[in-house]
């Protein structure tokens, strides 16, 4: 069973730092594009971070230079590192991954099941 799971979510602070983990396991073939969105209460889910296979990242305008997304390919995981996070940051963060496995004929998308975040004082 190929899966997503999430780790790292929890409370903080005004300005503090918080690290997502996503391991991706199952019958992997190759993962192309990584990426973790979020979904705060009432709104819609929204994309925060994309990284490709060789690494290249793309941001929200609403988390440049305060969200780092990188990935460690060997382990199949993606992480997200979160500083400076505001009250706004709070959300359920969603990991994706583009999934090519040994039993389907193409890749596939997949998500995690979230890791919520809470930015409060």
């Known amino acids: 069973q190929l899966q997503l799971v999430e780790s790292g979510g929890g409370l903080v602070q005004p300005g503090g730092s918080l690290r997502l983990s996503c391991a991706a396991s199952?019958?992997?073939?190759?993962?192309?594009?990584m990426g973790w969105y979020r979904q705060a209460p009432g709104k819609q889910r929204e994309l925060v971070a994309v990284?490709?296979?060789?690494?290249?990242?793309n941001y929200a305008d609403s988390v440049k230079g305060r969200f780092t997304i990188s990935r460690d390919n060997a382990q199949n995981t993606v992480y997200l590192q979160m500083n400076s996070l505001k009250p706004e940051d709070t959300a359920v963060y969603y990991c994706n991954a583009l999934i090519l496995s040994y039993r389907s004929a193409g890749a596939v998308d997949y998500w995690g099941q979230g890791t919520e975040v809470t930015v409060s004082s």
């Open positions: 990284i490709t296979g060789i690494g290249r990242a």
């Open positions: 199952g019958s992997i073939f190759s993962i192309n594009a």
